[in-house]
């Protein structure tokens, strides 16, 4: 494997790249069931992984439509990285969408 063609600034090992791959795989192929599985697994490990805590945070409200808990999921994401636009943009898309509005 030739590894991220992207900046691997949150030093994810290969197992870690390859389980994401295999979680946005599933994503794309409307697998959500084992997409969830792979990203729950892999919090258990890693409770703070910033990519992993974005891909579920979008899974859980692109896919599921679970607005409450892709925020909650992005509001962990801030709490590690209280200057990341990403989740922060994200999270407050699906702001317009919750009760929490």
Known sequence: MAGPVWRNVYRLSEGQ???LDAAEDNME???IGSAEKILLEMLE???EC???LNVMAHLQGRYLSDFEKAIEFY???LAIEPDNAWA???RRRYLRYS???
């Open 29 to 31: 192929m409307m697998q």
């Open 17 to 19: 790249i390859s389980n």
């Open 50 to 52: 910033v990519p992993v």
């Open 99 to 101: 009760k929490y509005d």
């Open 75 to 77: 509001d962990r994401v």
């Open 45 to 47: 490990e890693d409770p």
């Open 88 to 90: 922060r943009d994200e």
